[in-house]
């Protein structure tokens, strides 16, 4: 059938009756993406992930790190610490990029957590998940780096073996890339007082986390 | 059907054309009230706050480039559907988009008050200050594309109809008959002509428009988007372009259609037209693809060409309508009447226009005038003399009675015709007088040694709202008795 | 380009057969290689979204051709539903979210390699021709647009859209939706540009408008 035919044989518009069938498939479609993308609010695999953490506060079990004076201390688990909340961003130190923005980004929201008086109750970790890499020296220099003295925040690195139990409670997705090392996602994990992750932020987003904060 | 027969009967739907004429002029005549209320503020003789200027600036941009393409799409409307059969419920569905569009604008203007003009360039929208609330400037986004998606059935309902009785837009355009062997008797008339060239690169705008729009909101709803600012600008840039343009390639088939009624003679497809008509869709396709393409970095060269074409791109359809209309006028008994007085001042005023256009676009001259009252001088030239002028013409004639088409010209008729004129020539002249002294365009205040010309335009314009608020109004009379008989 | 292939116009029924149980043959090797494939096509979002998931609709565009040689009796209402249901599967897998889980999801991959040749291959390789022109139309001017949207959106925001995929394979993809844009956009303006064969000046003629 050639196009010329096609076109001389239909084009008409009919009544109600023609549309029906359309509009029904339109409704049910809609109706469709509708919950495959929460209403709209989850286009991506990482918006997905955050509304249900928000929404479900999963139960972190406890990893125990290694800080950048190489004593251990512990997130997650059941067992509660002595602050009420723990920021973890991840990292790698010989990452050019996007780390040096977020160690910005994440030294301003320090710098509003101590004004505001929060912290003795909220916990700021860096934590590079590339352990053969990142040596102790290594996360002490970039800890110089950021100013990033201890008190509140600390520069720490996951032990080699619980790379991929991180990777899945976190929902870390990490990448080799050909010319950086690593691509990451890079976000501010939220662990209330129980060890539960409760929410996850962008990394330039301090607005937000910093007003969870002030009002837990 | 042969010709003879096809342009005997009128369109089918020429009920629904009415009533977007009427719709037009209503909103056309609103639009300039808003317009006077600027210009008078400019000139100090009203007191008014600069974000309401700009928010009446944002409305009578996107008004009125709205109001002119839709008086426009009515214009082609009903005289393509002498030659073609166009399907009625499309035409409703393009009418209902767009009206619904004007009531999303609205609602952003003046109910969110968005005040990011109507180029809604980016980032402009999603930066206000302040000034106003995020959903606003969605708000009119949305509306562009309610108004955008009424325009691609308009012009889907009508590439079809077009491809439909003349088999490709290559007939349609004429090809045939400058690239092959046709003889020019077999050329399409005008009204097809011009039909196809202005389908063919209004779409193209349209969804070019549209993928700007979009990113827009994406970035609206998602900050995290950035927008590369340069394109956004080069796209923003060619749609609006492309559809104020096209605005007046439609409303110019009225004097295509209606001068032979004052003439006797037919306006015949000459070669000549057809490759005016072709060479537009040359320069207007062929031109900013290219400009638009350079993604990341925009030579100023190239900004500067795109700019020179796109104004030249006017002038050889510019040259056959004038210079034909010129010579079918001359020689010929033409009964001046105010629909035909009209058409013909119409097509004067689009010719005018384009000279201080082609002065803007040239290189050196364009750095001093850019963003000078020049440039509103010279498009308020061919918008409101060539395109409001060739829909008023149209909408007089469409309600004349038969008792007017023997009498011509009434005394009323007159000073119709003498108001519009002379209101409109002031009214832009001192905008181009401005613009040679350096006013600044889109500024809400102005220094006092400018008021002068603010006030005279003020003047200027108000001849130009009575003559356009009575002709709507004679219009609505003369469409209520044309039914009750 | 899909819709196209094996529509065997003036064959006789001898002919169509055989055409239609090759085109289910090639379906099926094309399936088998898609399936053996799958990793390796989808470690890049370019190849994954342009290599694979449209040589799936081709595969269900196949197996439709091949069954139903004839096509099917359909009105043009019910096509217009058909091609409305292709467009929301189509919007789907254009969805990030869906491309990641398929990668992780063992699950969502059975549903992409089932649900891309049911509904959009052989949805639109059934109802595309029988669909109305005004949608049609409607649809290729929108589908032109999107791809724009997605090629700006693309090469150049920052956000990682997919956590499977590098930034750079991201951006490549931009550049590749603009170039189908493209190529698409002449595909399918320039047939409206030339008159057909069987044109006479009375009109069209629909004396072999079989449909
Ligand atoms: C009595 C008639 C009119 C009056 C008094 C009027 C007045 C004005 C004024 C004062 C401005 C702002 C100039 C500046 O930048 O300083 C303006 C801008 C503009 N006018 Fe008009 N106008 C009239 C008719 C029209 C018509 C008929 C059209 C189109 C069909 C039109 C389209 C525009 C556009 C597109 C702008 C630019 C808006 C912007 O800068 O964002 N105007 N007009
Ligand atoms: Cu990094």
Redesign the interface.
């Known amino acids: ?14 009544g109600a ?6 509009l ?3 409704l049910l ?2 109706a ?2 509708w919950l ?2 929460n209403g709209l609010q ?7 992930k955050r509304l249900r953490i928000k929404r479900e506060h999963p139960q972190l079990p406890a990893f125990v790190l290694q800080n950048m004076n190489g004593q251990e201390i512990t997130i997650g688990g059941t067992l509660g610490q002595n602050t009420s909340v723990t920021l973890v961003e991840f990292i790698y130190t010989t990452c050019p990029t996007i780390c040096k923005t977020a160690g910005s980004s994440y030294g301003q929201l320090r710098d509003r957590v101590e004004q505001a008086g929060l912290a003795p109750t909220v916990r700021m970790l860096s934590v590079s998940f590339d352990p053969q890499n990142d040596t102790i020296e290594n996360l002490k220099s970039y800890a110089e780096l950021h100013k990033a003295a201890g008190d509140i925040w600390t520069i720490a690195r996951i032990n080699a073996v619980d790379i991929e139990r991180i990777k899945r409670n976190f929902g870390l ?1 990490i ?1 080799e ?3 950086w090392g690593y ?1 990451h ?1 890079t976000a501010i994990h939220m662990i209330n007082a129980n060890g539960q992750l409760s929410d996850i932020y ?1 990394i330039d987003d301090i607005d937000s986390v910093f007003a969870a904060l002030s009002k837990s | 059907m042969s010709q003879a027969e096809n342009t005997k009967h009128l369109t089918p739907q020429a009920g629904l054309v009415k009533l977007t004429m009427l719709i037009s002029g209503a909103v056309f005549a609103l639009m300039m009230l808003i317009g006077v209320v600027m210009r008078a503020s400019q000139g100090g003789l009203l007191d008014m706050e600069p974000d309401l200027f700009y928010q009446l600036l944002t409305t009578h941009g996107a008004g009125m480039v709205g109001t002119a393409g839709l008086s426009g799409a009515g214009i082609m409307w009903y005289f393509l559907g002498r030659h073609v059969n166009l399907s009625a419920k499309m035409y409703i569905g393009f009418l209902a988009l767009f009206l619904i569009g004007v009531v999303f604008i609205l609602v952003s203007t003046f109910v969110g008050h968005f005040g990011g003009m109507w180029t809604f360039l980016y980032p402009l929208p999603a930066m206000s200050a302040g000034a106003w609330e995020p959903w606003a400037a969605a708000a009119f986004m949305l509306g562009y594309v309610f108004i955008g998606v009424g325009f691609l059935l308009y012009y889907l309902a009508v590439g079809v109809a077009i491809i439909k009785k003349y088999g490709g837009l290559g007939r349609a355009l004429g090809w045939h008959v400058v690239f092959g062997k046709a003889d020019v008797t077999e050329a399409p008339p005008p009204t097809v002509i011009a039909a196809a060239a202005v389908t063919i690169f209004n779409t193209l705008g349209i969804v070019v428009g549209a993928a700007v729009l979009v990113a827009s909101l994406v970035n609206l709803l998602v900050p995290g988007f950035v927008v590369d600012a340069l394109l956004a600008k080069n796209m923003i840039f060619f749609f609006g372009h492309v559809f104020i343009n096209a605005s007046i390639y439609m409303a110019v088939i009225a004097v295509y259609e209606l001068i032979p009624e004052y003439t006797g003679k037919k306006w015949k497809s000459s070669k000549a037209f057809i490759l005016a008509w072709s060479a537009i869709l040359l320069f207007v396709i062929a031109v900013y693809p290219h400009h638009l393409l350079q993604d990341m970095v925009m030579p100023a060269w190239m900004l500067v060409m795109g700019q020179i074409i796109s104004y030249l791109s006017g002038v050889p359809l510019l040259a056959v309508t004038a210079f034909s209309m010129c010579v079918y006028l001359h020689g010929s008994k033409f009964k001046w009447d105010l629909a035909s007085s009209l058409l013909v001042l119409a097509v004067a005023g689009w010719s005018i226009g384009a000279i201080p256009a082609i002065i803007d676009g040239m290189v050196v001259v364009n750095q001093v005038m850019h963003n000078t009252q020049w440039v509103p001088g010279h498009f308020h030239i061919y918008l409101l003399i060539g395109e409001v002028g060739m829909s008023f013409g149209f909408m007089a004639w469409l309600v004349k009675s038969k008792s007017q088409k023997q009498s011509g010209m009434g005394a009323m008729d007159k000073l119709l015709l003498t108001s519009f004129a002379a209101g409109g020539a002031g009214f832009t002249l001192m905008f181009l007088v401005s613009g040679a002294l350096s006013v600044p365009r889109r500024w809400a205040v102005h220094m006092p040694e400018w008021f002068l010309q603010d006030r005279l335009a003020t003047i200027f314009a108000l001849l130009v709202v009575f003559s356009i608020l009575t002709q709507v109004i004679r219009y609505a009379t003369g469409l209520s008795r044309n039914t009750a008989k | 380009m899909i819709l196209t292939a094996f529509s065997p116009r003036s064959a006789n029924h001898k002919v169509r057969t055989r055409y239609g149980i090759l085109a289910i043959i090639s379906a099926c090797i094309l399936l088998l290689i898609l399936v053996v494939f799958r990793r390796a096509l989808e470690a890049t979002p370019a190849t994954h979204m342009v290599l694979l998931l449209p040589a799936l609709a081709y595969v269900g565009a196949l197996f439709a051709k091949g069954m139903l040689p004839n096509g099917v009796n359909i009105s043009e209402a019910n096509a217009n539903a058909v091609t409305c249901a292709s467009v929301w599967a189509i919007f789907f897998w254009m969805l990030p979210r869906y491309i990641d889980a398929s990668l992780v999801s063992p699950w969502v991959d059975l549903l992409k390699f089932t649900s891309i040749p049911i509904i959009i291959g052989g949805g639109l390789a059934l109802s595309w021709r029988k669909t109305n022109p005004y949608l049609r139309g409607f649809l290729q001017a929108n589908a032109l647009s999107m791809l724009g949207v997605l090629a700006f959106l693309y090469t150049y925001a920052p956000v990682r859209i997919c956590n499977s995929y590098l930034v750079s394979d991201q951006k490549a993809l931009g550049g590749i939706f603009l170039g189908i844009a493209a190529a698409l956009s002449i595909y399918w303006c320039l047939p409206l540009f030339l008159c057909p064969k069987n044109f006479n000046k009375k009109g069209l003629s629909t004396n072999n408008a079989i449909t």
């Open positions: 059938m050639t196009r010329a035919a096609r076109l001389g044989g239909r084009g008409g518009l009919g009756a023609y549309f029906l069938p359309s029904l498939t339109v479609g809609f469709g993406i495959a993308t989850a286009l991506t695999d990482e918006s997905a997705r990448l890339d050909e010319i691509q996602n962008d």
